[in-house]
């Protein structure tokens, strides 16, 4: 009985939903006044000379658009103890951490019960449409969830990456029991102090409970490619360890020991079958809905940096529904995957209009939207003006700006969405890419989606010789006269040199950019440069990371290494085995 209480009732948070975007111009109207009545006295917006005025009209002629950088000094001060009203009226307790991938090092970012309320939210709503579509029934989950270890700042204030902090709040388990996806693996397991362990564990719960398994997480897909690239080394050991009923000794933590020691039992005819069916698989082909025969789908974020992983997530899944989950960051929540059916590649998100207030820079470059400015006989380009949420236009792009609960006012995110459409009044938008230029020399513009087709590209000559890119990134070279693109691939096997070659040409001519093209064509940008490194490079990265109290939760791994990331550089300079530059132009 208890448990039927808990279960969410997905008909009334679709309800609430679609009465919310149905206004959702006035909702976003009541969403900003609730934000500055809660934070009106804090001292950002006293000096701003707001004087209590909660209109929108009001809140844009005073607030300037601001980023991380700009809002840096005051986030400092709030971790170093200072006692006032910053940001926010209420005292903030708790720093995120973002993961530290794009700059080589975190930001710190507020985070509040208001932001884990908004958390809820979203995890609420798309769970309601998800399960209208792909019912599960009191089961379980194997989420591939890892807690980092939280910290104190120099005042004293708890800092954990934004996944920590939420896997820790006291709220995300009976949230995750509401929706009927309880992590199939104790707490010792998520909150344990070494990763690798966690991993195995995960793995070794998962099959204990396979019959119970109803859908397959992780906050990023890449997390589930990972944990699957383990399993592959290690299935024969989890298999001993179900046949004796004693965990290996591979796992040394005692809180990891003690908490296994509660479920694994000897299970012979279990390890034979896990045995067996691993045995029949051709090159690991359909291994999840082999070893769990009762899963639905697999979730987790999938676009953006993600993407790349989904070729190898589709192989393991065989006919599974992969479904992209809801689009966020560290500084705060934006849109609800409401249609679970689209593949992960057309994912759209609808923005729930009374998590934040939000505003759209509009990035198509046409005279009515660009507007000049003359200074001193000279003519500055202005950006075009920040439009409202019910005021985008299908089919344009834009910049999204965020107003949250957490103390970020008019705060640039820094991501660039496509809006697709609208359900109601309330735009559905699709993730396109970060903002910022990731390989840029002269008047190149390259963007981590064109890196990505170009990788797409060229990794099809591997293919025909039945080898993968596992993981790749990419550097802009300045030591070289012209500057150059480096492309750093790691591959699981060996490729012969005419093949690596030909790779290389590709790498180079699929960049289509139209600066790119001519000044490759001039020699203002050198030739393109492959670097095979050996196998392993991009788990030492990922080590890195976590060695400074990253989450493999939140791990992205940098398609672009810049120059503050002098270490990632170093590890994947120090791990290549052969070099190729592209004879294409």
Known sequence: MLKKMEILDVDKVIEEFEA????????????LKKILEENGCSEYLQNLGLNGRTDPESFKACVP???HKDLEPYIQRIADGASSSILTGKPITTISLSSGTTQGKPKFVPFNDELMETTLQIYRTSYAFRNREFPIENGKALQFIYSSKQSETKGGLIAGTAT?????????KNAMIAMQSQCCSPDEVIFGPDFHQSLYCHLLCGLIFREEI????????HGIVHAFRTFEQVWEELCADIREGVLTSRISFPSYRSAMAKLLKPNPELADLIHKKCSELSNWYGLIPELFPNVKYMYGIMTGSMEPYLKKLRHYARDLPLISADYGSSEGWIGANINPTLPPESATYAVLPNIGYFEFIPLKENAEEHVEVKV???FLSMEPKPVGLTEVKVGEEYEIIITSFAGLYRYRLGDVVKVTGFHNSSPELKFVCRRNLILTINIDKNTEKDLQLAVEQAAKLNAEEKLEVLDFSSHVDLSTDPGHYVIFWEINGEVGDEVLKECCNCLDRSFVDAGYVSSRKVNAIGPLELRVVRRGTFQKILDHYLGLGAALSQFKTPRCVGPTNNKVLQILCENVTKSYFSTAF
């Open 20 to 31: 919310m975007t149905k206004d959702a111009e006035n909702v976003q109207r009541e969403t």
């Open 164 to 172: 920590t902090n939420v896997f820790r709040n006291s709220q995300f």
């Open 214 to 221: 109803q859908l397959v997480s992780s906050t990023f897909a």
């Open 65 to 67: 658009l601001v980023t």
């Open 376 to 378: 001193n006989d000279s």
